[in-house]
């Protein structure tokens, strides 16, 4: 009889990191989120996971548990990891300071009362200078568990974006080995290529571009097709704050059709955030692309209650459903080479 593998998503946001279990064949049993818009977002996508809405702090480990009271086999979670980012540490080696921060704390009491086989936990490069994040390392050690951390690189799993995480991987008493790489990466066209014009299109969030003042269209329309930068502008179109500063370099550039995009982050609609204008067209990519480049399926429900900005920071906060699809497998194999002995 086939085994049923039990996982609950901590700080589970609008359900990527979700989306991947399941496709790998987890029963997600439960979840944790404290946004209103992410909750409800979650909700709509996986209605069968006991949803905790509510502050981390005040989850009793008893409340994860699947009816019936059955273990729980795969503890999985992002924590909020903007103060460790390198955009907010400003480039230094430290963590900004973010009340966030602690709130890896709360993953490690977590599993230090469900006690799980494996855990899995994904985080922006940097949260492995911080002290916290040493400490549960170690106290997953002292636990029994066999830990791998690494710092991965998403394009070479099958996301079609640069996105640089850092993963830990423990197993109680056996080890979890991160997923290999594929030789050939997924790219801006295999993703968004054969999308229809936002105008002729159904869904909602493809239909709903972002709408930009003549100005910045102006400059949109001066960035050459398919990776050009805001370095081919005239004179007359550029801005002084660019001159002045010697950074942020691909702001308003277009991505590249055969190469993957920029990390997708919260600004991700705004030409003015980063490298996110359409490759040929002349706009910013709308939220359908974003969440297509984060792998989310066409059909996943993005709830707009709050406006389009406020799911454009869902979508770029997510873990890429096809990474953590992957990992999802990952564990799965050694927890089955674990059960068969």
């Known amino acids: 009889m086939r085994k049923i593998w039990r996982a609950v998503d901590l700080f589970a946001g609008c359900g990527g990191l979700t989306a991947g ?7 997600v049993v439960s979840a944790v989120e404290i946004d209103n818009l992410a909750a409800s977002t979650y909700s709509s996508n996986h209605p069968e996971v006991n949803l905790l809405h509510k502050d981390i702090i005040e989850v009793q480990w008893k409340e994860l548990l699947p009816k019936g009271g059955a273990s729980i086999d795969l503890v999985a979670g992002c924590p909020p ?9 400003h480039n230094r080696p430290f963590a900004a300071d973010d009340p966030r921060n ?4 709360q993953y490690r009491r977590i599993v230090e009362e469900l006690e799980p086989l494996a855990v899995f936990m994904e985080n922006v490069p940097g949260i492995e200078r911080d002290e916290r994040f040493h400490s549960f390392v170690a106290r997953l050690k002292e636990m029994g568990y066999t ?11 099958g996301v079609p974006q640069r996105r640089s995480r850092v993963v830990v991987l423990a197993g109680k008493g056996f080890a979890i080995p991160m997923p290999r790489p594929r030789h050939k990466k997924k790219t801006v ?14 869904n909602r969030l493809h239909r709903s571009v972002t709408q930009h003042d003549e100005t910045t269209l102006a400059r949109i329309r001066a960035v050459p097709k398919d990776g050009g930068s805001r370095g081919a ?6 801005l002084k704050c660019h001159g002045d500063c010697d950074g942020f370099k691909d702001v308003y550039g277009r991505m590249w059709w055969d190469e993957p995009a920029p990390t997708i982050t919260g600004g991700c609609i ?17 939220l359908l692309e974003a969440a297509m480049l984060q792998t989310f399926h066409q059909r996943y429900h993005f709830d707009l209650e709050r406006g389009r900005y406020a799911v454009a920071e869902m979508i770029g906060n997510a873990l890429p459903p096809h ?8 564990i799965m194999r050694a927890l089955e080479r674990r059960r068969s002995g």
Not at 81 to 89: A, M, P
Request: contains cysteine; positive net charge; hydrophobic residues 35%.
């Open 102 to 105: 602690s709130l890896v704390e």
């Open 270 to 286: 705004n030409a003015s955030k980063g490298r996110f204008v359409h490759p040929q067209q002349n706009r910013a990519i709308t």
């Open 233 to 238: 502008w005239p004179e007359d179109l550029q």
């Open 81 to 89: 990891c903007q103060g460790f980012s390198r955009v907010r540490r």
């Open 21 to 27: 279990l399941k496709r790998a064949g987890f029963r």
């Open 147 to 157: 830990v791998s951390c690494e710092t991965l690189e998403l394009s070479d799993y």
């Open 189 to 202: 066209r295999d993703a968004i290529g054969a999308l229809v014009l936002p105008r002729k299109s159904r």
């Open 323 to 330: 990474f953590s699809d992957r990992v999802g497998r990952c």
